[in-house]
């Protein structure tokens, strides 16, 4: 009798573990907060979640594929959320995502600014960087890189609005004919945006 006692009673703690763990499975929630995200909290992370799914949505999207919500969660689960500080701004939270077979122009990135509450994306792109520029206003200009090798960097800056980001200026770096070095010249671009200097790499943020 005891045996079967003993018997029902793990049947039923198997019974009543199983459910709670099907539903760890399916929780749509990030991971806890951990070393790929220094300084941003689980509770910032749970907040930009549905701003976050909804870019890697349209970024596959993009690409021809129509990913599932499972599919997404775990795209999500890689990413990684560092602080930004932004000078008046304040501090924004950066997503970046990268594509491991991309290198350094693999990566897509959305900065989310808090106001009232609420999050709201301020800048969007790919590359690498941010390199953090000084300006007049108080609020930093920023600007990322793509590049394919020695002199073949791209370098978009990005300037506040007063709502969001945008590009503003943009310099490539390309091989002089005549000898080994590089120079500086306007950016191949349909926008036509003027040059700003080279970003120093001590301002990378």
Do not use: W
Request: glycine share 12%.
């Amino acid at each position: 009798m005891r045996r079967v006692v003993l018997v029902l009673a793990g049947l039923f703690c198997i019974a009543a573990m199983r459910p709670h763990s099907e539903a760890q499975d399916e929780d749509p929630r990030p991971l806890r907060n951990g070393p790929a995200h220094p300084g941003v909290s689980a509770q910032e992370m749970n907040a930009l979640r549905p701003l976050a799914m909804a870019h890697l949505r349209r970024l596959f999207s993009e690409g021809g594929e129509r990913p599932d919500v499972h599919y997404l969660r775990e795209e999500f689960r890689r990413c990684k959320f560092r602080h930004l500080i932004l000078g008046k701004l304040g501090t924004a939270v950066m997503m970046t995502c990268q594509d491991p077979g991309g290198g350094p122009n693999g990566g897509s990135y959305e900065i989310y600014l808090r106001r009232n509450g609420t999050y709201r994306r301020i800048a969007e792109g790919g590359g690498f960087g941010p390199y953090v520029l000084e300006a007049d206003n108080g609020v930093p200009d920023l600007a990322f890189g793509t590049t394919t090798g020695v002199c073949t960097e791209n370098f978009l800056r990005l300037r506040y609005s007063g709502t969001r980001y945008k590009p503003d200026a943009c310099i490539q770096n390309v091989r002089d004919g005549s000898s080994d070095g590089c120079h500086i010249e306007v950016c191949d671009d349909p926008r036509h945006l003027p040059t700003f200097p080279e970003p120093d790499p001590a301002a990378m943020q």
